[in-house]
């Protein structure tokens, strides 16, 4: 994402979707050369520090884009870091410091059948993603929220089937997403697995898709989108030790 990416765009709306969901709606002529069909890609979002200090950065998903605006929801945990305080407290006319948009992380579209998994900080990838599928595209989507409220009506096709898994406290082991996921049937043929939670989650639900149904590299997308007790940045060097520790077991592997 390059520094020429950055834009400062103003609050245009402030919306609490559910209990620990908030949308925040941005918007001003500074998204005038904003890229089109941007639903599902990250932004940055650059909050300032003090002279001597860099800004801190924080990673969010477009959830809907349209003319001149955009929506971005914040998951709302307990312990809420800076820019969910920040999204909870914003008013409109505020404006914001904006970084991107970065790639999109789709699920792969060419599949038999179709298994999306994610907490709420997923929720409004999962949203696009479910959207996105063709009509007669089957599977299940299982989202972790932490109270029966966070409900959100999805578009999605009629053979897929949505699972609420109710859980107001975050487990790092990873237990209710992955005994959910575990729980669903294994259809034959070529299934695309798309899912993103919480760190000790997204390891738990990795070893799953890749050990035990050995889904290939092609039809598998994995991520954290952040771990219990760090911040971003705390979050961003337990990937890359995850990272590195498993580029180590695959050399061992080959040796």
Request: charged share 25%; glycine share 6%; with cysteine.
């Amino acid at each position: 994402m390059s520094k020429s990416a950055k834009r400062e765009l103003e609050v245009v709306r402030t919306t609490r979707i559910t209990p620990h969901m908030q949308r925040i709606t941005l918007g001003g002529e500074k998204l005038a050369d904003f890229p089109a069909d941007q639903e599902s890609a990250y932004i940055k979002l650059i909050f300032p520090r003090g002279e001597a200090e860099r800004p801190l950065m924080r990673t969010y998903t477009i959830r809907h884009q349209r003319a001149l605006e955009i929506d971005v929801d914040f998951a709302l945990h307990e312990h809420m870091g800076p820019a969910s305080e920040w999204a909870v407290n914003v008013k409109p006319g505020d404006r914001i410091l904006v970084g991107g948009p970065g790639a999109k992380k789709l699920i792969q579209p060419q599949a038999d059948w179709f298994l999306l998994a994610g907490d709420m900080t997923a929720l409004p990838a999962i949203s696009v993603n479910l959207a996105t599928l063709p009509d007669d595209a089957r599977g299940h989507a299982v989202i972790e929220i932490a109270h029966p409220e966070d409900k959100q009506p999805l578009v999605h096709p009629e053979n897929l089937q949505l699972h609420w898994v109710i859980n107001p406290q975050p487990d790092p082991t990873g237990s209710p997403l992955l005994d959910k996921v575990k729980s669903l049937p294994w259809p034959n043929g070529q299934p695309a697995v798309w899912a993103a939670c919480e760190f000790g989650s997204m390891r738990a639900l990795r070893r799953w898709f890749k050990q035990v149904h050995e889904v290939p590299k092609s039809h598998l997308y994995v991520s954290s989108y952040w771990k219990i007790g760090q911040t971003e940045d705390g979050h961003k060097l337990a990937k890359q030790q995850d990272a590195m520790a498993i580029e180590e077991l695959v050399a061992r592997k080959l040796d």
